[in-house]
Structures are given as C-alpha cells and as structure tokens.
C-alpha cells in the first residue's frame, strides 16, 4: 500500500493540468480505481484484516482526494499568474483614441467664425444654393444690365425649350441670404449666413465652388462704426492675435452704400504669412451699410431701419490662418492632405476652450 500512496502521491505532484488530474482520480478512485478495487476486497477478508485494512484505505483514499485538490488548486493559481504576467497592462496610460477621419479646415473654420459671432449675438441664417436671379441679383441692387453681373462668372441653370422666364443661377454669393433672412425675420435682425456659392473660374485661388459667410446687421440705430467694431473684434477672436490691424478703404458694391473693403496687415517674410505685423496689407472682405433699396427688396423701411453688412471667403480665411497655399486641393479629397491640414473630431472650437488647439 506504500507503494500505491508513493506512485499516486508523486504522479499528482507531477500532473501538468487538470486533464493529467482527473485522470489520475479516475486511475485511483474511479469505479475500476485501484484503490477501489482494494476497498472491493475488504469484503473477502478476515474481520482482523478488514479491521486493520478498512481505516488504511479509507486514509488511503483521503490523503490522495486531497492531493488532487491541491494539485488542482496550484494549477489554478499557476494559470491565473501566468494570465496577469502576459495580459500586464498599465491602467494609468493615459488612451490612444485614434479618430478616423478629420474635420475639414473649411468646417473647422466656418465652426470658429460661427461661435465668434453667436457670442456677438448673431444668429445662423440658411438660403439655398439654387437661387432666382431676383434674390441674386435684383433685390440686391443688382439690376440685369448691371457690370457687375459680368463680373460674377455666373452659373446658369438650364430652363426646358420655350420656357423663356430668367433662369435660375448658382448662387454666387451668400448675399441673397439677406433677403431671405429680413423677409422671413423683419427688423431689428442680426444673423451670419455661410454656405457655399458658385463661380466659374479656376486657378490657384478660386475655384468654381467655394464658400462664403455672410453678416447682416439691421436696428433702427446701427453705424458704420459697429461694423467697424465687429468686424475688428472678429478678425482679433479669428486669428487668435492680439495686434491685428485692419484699415478701411473705401470701395463700391451695389448693395452696399457707403462701401468698404477691408484688409488685414501682414508681413510675407521667407514665403511664410504673419498675420498683425509687416507692411503688407491683405484684402480680407467687403462690407458697408445696407443701401436703401436692399431693405425695401428685404420688406423692410428704410426710413426706420439702416444697418450693416459684410462678406467673405471662408476658404480664404482658412488658407490665411493655417498656411495652406492652395485652394483646389481643398477639394480634392487626398486623403494625405486632408489628414495633414484636418482637425480632430473631438475638438469643437469654442471660444472659452479655444478655438483651434
Ligand atoms: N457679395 C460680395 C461678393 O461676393 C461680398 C460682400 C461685399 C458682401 C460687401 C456684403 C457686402 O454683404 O456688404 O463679392
């Protein structure tokens, strides 16, 4: 019986797993066990011998079971070890979110014009892309024969054989969305509009689509120098520099009387823009005070009510404030540009935050 306590007491300090140990059990304690067996012949034997052998087996057949299940219980710890040594990982890494895509510079851009001025108090008015040529042109002073319809390379949408009504145009600039915004609001108004317009032309810096944001400023009381103020207090948010300095000039649109442009002062020094130094000025966009005729057009009086408006090119402020040299590969969708010149998605430009960490 010795023999039998060693060979099964060795066998089960040797088991490599659970398989092994189950395997041994049965071999011992099985029903065909040889320990079973053993207990088998008890019933043949002398009741001296059964007296001697009966509590030996029984001690026997104890001392293995709890072998076993210490073996199995040191496998167990084994496994678990040797599971959190290869599943080790630092719980205070901080993630790695690995974003899939990137937000484009013109939505990142027209997002940071768009808090700028929500925290002015102007609110996001909306017009369509597909425009009658009345709120492209006419309602803003611009009547048919008017030079500047030439100028704006517009697009024309094509009207069925006989149907000789004035086509409707892309719209080629976000400035009909004035009309819309005072026929659908009335005065006092302040809204921006961006969006995107259309004009047939292509090079390094325009090309046929692009975008454009539009403000309008309409209260009984509002002057040329409130858009000033804005428009100063804007470029200073936008390009995140305290020096900007910007100079008036003085300039013509339809829809606006008195007009002016405005430039940035920039320095090109080595190729590379800065923004709020040098002696290099930058046309940056056109604005003036609503002309008389664009307020009726919008059904509002314009003995009662004057205001301001202003427009410019978001593509362009983008290029001016993120150095990016060329703006058809805006629209190209090369995955390597978008990725270099994108934003993350988890970063909305806010003016407490930032607006473009
Ligand atoms: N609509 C003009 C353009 O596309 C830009 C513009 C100039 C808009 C002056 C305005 C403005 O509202 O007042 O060139």
Same mark, same amino acid.
């Given at each position: 019986?010795d ?13 490599? &797993? ?17 320990i079973s ?5 008890l019933?043949?034997?002398?009741? =001296? ?9 029984? #001690? ?8 076993? #299940? ?6 167990g ?14 719980? @205070?890494? *901080?993630?790695? *979110? ?20 929500? &925290?002015?108090? +102007?609110?996001?008015?909306e017009?369509p ?13 611009i009547?048919?024969e ?9 697009? $024309? ?15 080629t ?5 004035q009309?819309?915004?005072?026929? %659908? ?7 921006? %509009?961006p969006?995107?317009?259309?004009r047939?032309?292509y090079?390094?810096?325009h090309?046929p689509? $692009?975008?454009q ?20 207090? +804007?470029?200073?948010? !936008? +390009?995140?520099?305290?020096?900007? /300095?910007?100079?008036f000039r003085a300039?013509h649109?339809?829809? @606006?009387?008195?007009s002016a /442009?405005?430039?940035?002062r920039?320095s090109? =020094?080595?190729?590379?823009l ?6 290099d000025?930058m ?5 003036g005070?609503?002309? *008389?005729k664009?307020? %009726?057009?919008?059904?509002?009086d *314009?003995?009662?009510?004057?205001? +301001?408006?202003f427009?410019?090119?978001?593509d362009?402020l983008?290029?001016l404030?993120?150095?990016?040299p060329?703006?058809?590969?805006? $629209? ?6 978008l990725?270099?010149?994108? !934003?993350?998605?988890? &970063?909305?430009? @806010? ?7």
């Amino acid at each position: 019986m010795d023999d039998l306590r060693q060979k099964y007491i060795d066998a089960i300090a040797g088991a490599a &797993d659970e398989a092994a140990l189950e395997d041994l059990r049965v071999a011992a304690l099985g029903k065909k066990g040889e320990i079973s067996l053993q207990m088998r012949e008890l019933g043949r034997m002398t009741p =001296e011998d059964r007296q001697v052998m009966g509590p030996k087996l029984n #001690a026997l057949k104890d001392e293995i079971n709890a072998a076993l #299940a210490a073996r199995k219980a040191a496998l167990g710890d084994a496994a678990l070890e040797e599971r959190l040594r290869a599943e080790w990982l630092d719980v @205070t890494l *901080p993630g790695r *979110p690995r974003p899939r895509g990137t937000i484009h510079p013109v939505s990142q851009v027209t997002e940071e014009i768009t808090a700028i001025f929500a &925290d002015m108090g +102007f609110a996001v008015a909306e017009g369509p892309q597909i425009e009658s040529d009345w709120f492209n042109f006419d309602a803003l002073n611009i009547p048919p024969e008017h030079p500047a319809r030439q100028e704006h390379d517009t697009f $024309f949408m094509s009207r069925a054989a006989g149907d000789d009504r004035a086509p409707h145009v892309l719209r080629t600039h976000t400035s009909p969305v004035q009309i819309r915004a005072m026929q %659908a609001q009335g005065a006092p108004i302040r809204v921006i %509009a961006p969006g995107r317009v259309y004009r047939c032309d292509y090079d390094q810096t325009h090309t046929p689509m $692009f975008h454009q944001v539009e403000g309008l400023a309409i209260d009984r009381d509002i002057s040329m120098a409130n858009l000033k103020w804005v428009l100063e207090e +804007f470029c200073r948010a !936008f +390009f995140e520099v305290d020096g900007v /300095e910007l100079r008036f000039r003085a300039s013509h649109f339809p829809f @606006t009387e008195p007009s002016a /442009e405005v430039d940035i002062r920039c320095s090109w =020094e080595g190729g590379a823009l800065k923004i709020g130094e040098g002696n290099d000025w930058m046309e940056i966009l056109g604005s003036g005070m609503v002309h *008389p005729k664009v307020l %009726a057009a919008g059904g509002i009086d *314009p003995d009662e009510w004057q205001g +301001f408006a202003f427009g410019m090119g978001i593509d362009r402020l983008a290029m001016l404030k993120y150095g990016i040299p060329d703006l058809r590969a805006f $629209f190209d969708s090369d995955l390597r540009w978008l990725r270099h010149y994108g !934003f993350s998605a988890l &970063d909305m430009p @806010t003016l407490h935050g930032g607006l473009s960490r």
